[in-house]
Nanobody
Framework: QVQLVESGGGLVQAGGSLTLSCAAS????????MGWYRQAPGKQRTTIAA???????SYADSVKGRFTVSRDNAKNTVYLQMNSLKPEDTAVYYC????????WGQGTQVTVSS
């Protein structure tokens, strides 16, 4: 089964940028939709961005216009470019299929200071 490893998180000031990566241990080319999720302390995990096999993307309202999801099937990697970060973007970020079917990775922590 495909395993997912997220990376690229860190501490950034409000207004800053980060790029997250999600490396899959196997091919993602046939996975119809991949996405990014996040879970803030005390809150449920939610979908924030998705990309399908023809590169059509969708975003939660909270990140629309600031975040960009992309996928490189040749590298079995999904990316999340995050710009204009806000303190409310602080969370652990995960990737998975949409809807999620693969085992969850460990996630990557993003902390945005005000």
């Amino acid at each position: 089964q495909v395993q997912l490893v997220e990376s690229g998180g860190g501490l950034v000031q409000a207004g800053g940028s980060l790029t997250l990566s999600c490396a899959a241990s196997g091919s993602i080319a046939s996975i119809r939709a991949m996405g990014w999720y996040r879970q803030a302390p005390g809150k449920q995990r939610t979908t924030i961005a998705a990309i399908n096999t023809n590169d059509t993307t969708s975003y939660a309202d909270s990140v629309k216009g600031r975040f960009t999801v992309s996928r490189d099937n040749a590298k079995n990697t999904v990316y999340l470019q995050m710009n204009s970060l806000k303190p409310e973007d602080t969370a652990v970020y995960y990737c998975n299929e949409v809807p999620p079917r693969l085992p969850w990775g460990q996630g990557t922590q993003v902390t945005v200071s005000s």
